[in-house]
C-alpha cells in the first residue's frame, strides 16, 4: 500500500514537473489530462510516464490528477475562471473566436467521468455562462484623444 501511494505521488510530480507547471493556467491544465483519457475505452495514457512507471499506476494517477484540476477550477471565483478561460483560449491556434464557438460541446470531454452529476452540471453551467460573456465581449478600441 506504501508503495502504491509514493508511486502515485512520484507520477504526479513527475507530470506537474514536466507538463503542467509549464502551462498557462487551469483550463490549459485541464484539457491536457482530460485529452490523455481514450473517450471509447476511459483510460488514461502517457507515453513516458507509462514507459517509466507502468500503464496501470499512471492511468490512475491521471484519473485522479483529472478529478483533483476539475475540482480546483471549480472551486476558483467565478471572476478568475473567466480570465483563465480568455487566456487558455487566446493561445490555441486559430484565435479566440474560433475555439469560443465550440467550447462549451469540447469542453464536455473536460469533466472527469467520476465526477459527482452535481458538479458536472456546475461546471457546465459555468462554462456556458462564461463562453456567452465572452463572445458578449467586444475589445476595447482606443480612441486617439
Not at 17 to 26: A, K, P, Y
Not at 61 to 74: I, Q, S
Amino acid at each position: 500500500m506504501l508503495d502504491e501511494l509514493q508511486l502515485h505521488r512520484q507520477i504526479l510530480y513527475d507530470l506537474s514537473v514536466h507538463s503542467l507547471e509549464q502551462m498557462g493556467g487551469m483550463y490549459e491544465r485541464l484539457a491536457y489530462v482530460a485529452n490523455l483519457r481514450d473517450p471509447s475505452t476511459g483510460i488514461y495514457f502517457h507515453e513516458r510516464l507509462c514507459a517509466v512507471f507502468g500503464e496501470a499506476g499512471v492511468g490512475q494517477a491521471l484519473a485522479d490528477c483529472h478529478e483533483e484540476l476539475f475540482e480546483r477550477l471549480l472551486e476558483s471565483p467565478l471572476a478568475l475562471q473567466e480570465e483563465d478561460l480568455l487566456n487558455y483560449l487566446d493561445v490555441l491556434p486559430g484565435g479566440r473566436e474560433v475555439h469560443l464557438r465550440e467550447c462549451s460541446e469540447k469542453a464536455k470531454t473536460w469533466i472527469p467521468p467520476q465526477a459527482p452529476d452535481y458538479l458536472k452540471k456546475l461546471f457546465c453551467s459555468n462554462l456556458n455562462a462564461l463562453c456567452e460573456l465572452l463572445r458578449e465581449k467586444k475589445p476595447r478600441v482606443r480612441s486617439g484623444k
